[in-house]
Structures are given as structure tokens and as C-alpha cells.
């Protein structure tokens, strides 16, 4: 019978150590009422299946400008950077500098290439010139021809009108041959002054002309390939995260960009509505929001400023779809803009839970 005493001894023992142990694992999840979460926060986070008149939907913070991606527009070796991470820039201002040797040496050649054309248009302009005194001389010649032409005929005429004093004469007698002749020598400086006026330089002038655009607009890529030399901020904002450095090359293909940047704007959730609840949302509502990882922790409130009208597929935050990811069910997004004042905002890129309207 001893042994039966013992067995009850330590059943006894076994039970008291596993209450222990329950009440102690009890005391460390935050059961305690002074170690438990604080009042203000919600002890119950929202659960669609549960939640009356409202929608809960997931979310990702993000701002109403978005993320953006910068990148040099011209390939080339990184000479220097002028900005770090989560720096605040103004619209404008240079960010990093690409190598310019090469876009300068074209800004040159570009260059030159207008002044070559301005001199073909010089050119063209002379050619112009000589040719109108050409045509103005050549005139002038076949109007010297007429006025002989005139007199030589109105002599025959004046001899003929008297033939008993010239009608004998050699120099009547030779009129007519002398009329005909200088009436071919007519015909042969009209001839060639219509030739002559039909070499008019006009293609001259319109190719000097297109051939001075054509430069001009080579000027102007070679100006902007020295300006691409340098990457600026498109908008106010800041550098969220800078991924290159000094000595790092960019060539035609980038894989990543050399910065993320965050446009200046309000912070908002975009929040995905699955078909069955999208239409319960609407602009004006009010939204809490929650942090996914956390729903016991701090909230923040909101209100509903976007609703789209078509389902299309969710968005990334960095707006650079990836087509190698799996195809997802079509969500219609909304946009909830954080309500001013409120501190510890956020951040940037937080998944949430979103409780719009309802109770």
C-alpha cells in the first residue's frame, strides 16, 4: 500500500506545477491588470464578420503623390552625390551628377554644326543676290537690243517711204538682213534670261534654311544631354532612400534606381475593397485606422476623399508593377486621407487595417 501513497504524492505535485505554470504564462501575456494594454486603445480590433454598417479592409500608407523612382537619364559614371537619406530638397535642386565629357563634346559638335549652317544660309543669301544681278543685267541687255531693233526698223521704214532717194542704196538694200539679225540676237538674250531665271537658288535657300533648323534642334538634344547629366528633384519632397555613389556606373539598361523619392502631399491608405463590401464605402465617411501587425496598439483617424469606379488590380507602393508576380483578384481602391493634427503618424509603406463608417 506504500506504493499507492507515493504515486498519490506526485499526481499531487504534478497538478500543482501545472497550474503554476498555467497562471505564470497568464501573467506574461499581459493578463495582469497592470502590465495589460492601455484604455485608450481598443481591447477588440474590428472584424468584418462582426462589424455593422461599416467595412473593414486591409491598406498600405502611402502618400497622395506616391513613391517615385529616379533614375539618370543619361548613362555614365556617377561623379558626385549631393544628397542622403530622408534629406529634404526643394524642386530643382541637383541631386547627383553623372560624367558630361561626352554630352559636352556633343554640345560642341552641335554647336559647330549651327555655325556651319548659318553659313550655308549666307551663302544661300549670296547666291540670291548674284543671281538678281544676273537677271537685272540680262534685262538690261535685251533692252538695249530692242532700242536698236526699234531704230534699225524705223529707218527701213523711213527709206522705204522714199525709194527714189534710198531705194538703190547698199545700206537700204542690207536692212533687211541687218532686221533679221539683230531680231535672232533679241530672241537669244530672251532665251537667256529665261535660263537664267530659271536657275533661281530658291531650293538653295530652303535647304540652308532646313538644313539651320535641323542643326538648331541638335543643339537643343546636345543642351539637354548635358542637362540629364545631372539628376534633379522633380518636385519639393524628400530623398527617401539613395541607392547609388560615387564611381558607380548607369548604363543604357538600370535595374535600380538611384534614389526612391517621396513628393511633398497629404499622407493617405490606399485601402483594396473586395466586391462584396465596396458598396458600402463612400466619399465622406469617417475611417480608424489600425496597425496591421498590431491592432492593439495606437490608431489613427481618417476620412474617405476617393472611392475609383472600376476594379482593377491591386496597387504597389512603389508603382512599378511586377509581371512575374501572381495575378490577384481585382480590388476597387479608396482613399482615406489621414485627419490633420494628429501625432506619431504612420509611417510610410505600413500595412493597416482600415474600419470605415458603421460602428
Known sequence: MRWIRQTRLWLVLGLLLLIVSLVGARYINGSHPNRGPDNTTPQNPPNPKRTTGGVVASGQVDTAKGMLPL??????E????????GQTVKKGQPLIR?????ATNKLKQAETGVNVAKVKIDQAKQAMSLWENEVAAQKKIIAGKEAALKGLKESYEFMKERPTIYGQTPQFKGMPAEIEAKTNE????????TA???????????????GLANAEQQLEQARLGVEACTLSAPADGTVVRVSTKVGETFGP???????????????????DLDQE???????GQKAVIYNA???????????VTYVADVFLQPRELNNIPNPFGPKQENVLECRVTLDPGQETLPFIGQKVRVHIGGN
Request: glycine share 4%; charged share 30%.
Open 293 to 303: 501587425a498590431n491592432p492593439m496598439n495606437k490608431t489613427w483617424t481618417g476620412t
Open 253 to 271: 539598361q538600370i535595374n535600380v534606381p538611384a534614389m526612391w523619392f517621396r513628393p511633398k502631399g497629404e499622407m493617405i491608405v490606399r485601402v
Open 78 to 85: 556617377v561623379l558626385e552625390v549631393y544628397v542622403e537619406d
Open 277 to 283: 463590401w465596396a458598396d458600402r464605402v463612400k466619399v
Open 196 to 210: 537664267i531665271e530659271n536657275k533661281q537658288p530658291v531650293l538653295e535657300q530652303k535647304l540652308a534654311q532646313e
Open 98 to 102: 553623372i560624367d558630361s565629357r561626352l
Open 71 to 76: 533614375v539618370p537619364r543619361q548613362p555614365g
Open 186 to 193: 533679241l530672241d537669244a538674250e530672251k532665251i537667256k534670261l
